[in-house]
């Protein structure tokens, strides 16, 4: 079975921290996609990567950075983090760009 | 950035009975997914659809990819109490990423 892992279920920041979430999948696949998911407007992609060093944004890219150094690996990254980005967000990835897509158990993170 | 119509937003039902949702866009799909998301999880994947009038089946859950390749519907027959959640659809427009719905949120009524 794929596995994609978050490493976090729950996170609390401060405003203004830098945030890293990071994903790890085991299936060799070559894109992963960040999302966030807030009540009443779905998934929402926020960047997306389809090789190592590769990336691309999504819809809602402001206020995001990633990094994939590594294929299995890619980081979500918040410079300095604000409230209006407590939200769940998901990480996810899918051997080509247009196939099923397996995601994490989604990493909460509340920034007060 | 594009989207799909997913319909009903949420649903409120008895235990036992079936349950109706679909979705909708405005341009052509070669694949159609359907995923179903527990309170506090990642979205797991349900149903993959591959081809235009496939239908497909899952335990109690039965999906079609639409003739015209610009919708999808998902059914759930007897419904159960773990049937709660949110379900999505998706799917990939021609040349283009996957995109997902807005979700269906359903609720059983023991």
């Known amino acids: 079975d794929v596995k994609v892992t978050q490493s976090s279920r729950y996170l609390v920041k401060r405003t203004g921290e830098k945030v890293f979430l990071e994903c790890v999948q085991d299936?060799?696949?070559?894109?992963m996609f960040w999302y966030r998911q807030d009540p009443g407007l779905g998934l929402r992609l926020i960047y997306f990567?389809?090789?190592?060093?590769?990336?691309e944004k999504g819809d809602i890219p402001e206020g995001y950075s990633v990094s994939r150094e590594k294929k299995e690996r890619f980081s979500l990254i918040l410079e300095s983090a604000s409230t209006n980005q407590t939200s769940m967000y998901l990480c996810?990835?899918?051997?080509?760009?247009?196939?099923?897509?397996?995601f994490g158990q989604g990493t909460r993170l509340t920034v007060v | 950035g594009q989207q799909l119509n997913q319909s009903p937003q949420s649903m409120f039902i008895q235990e036992g009975e079936d349950v109706s949702m679909n979705c909708t866009s405005s341009?052509?799909?070669?694949?159609w997914l359907w995923y179903k998301q527990d309170p506090g999880e990642g979205p797991v994947l349900l149903i993959a659809?591959?081809?235009?009038?496939e239908l497909t089946s899952n335990g109690r859950l039965t999906a079609q990819f639409g003739i015209t390749r610009k919708d999808s519907f998902l059914n759930i027959s007897a419904s159960i109490p773990s049937d709660v959640g949110i379900y999505f659809c998706?799917?990939?427009?021609?040349?283009?990423?996957?995109?997902f719905g807005q979700g269906t949120e359903l609720s059983v009524k023991p």
């Open positions: 659809l591959y081809k235009a009038g």
């Open positions: 996810a990835s899918s051997f080509g760009s247009n196939t099923e897509a397996f």
């Open positions: 990567s389809y090789d190592v060093k590769m990336k």
């Open positions: 299936m060799d696949h070559e894109n």
């Open positions: 998706a799917g990939p427009p021609i040349g283009g990423k996957l995109i």
């Open positions: 341009s052509i799909f070669n694949t």
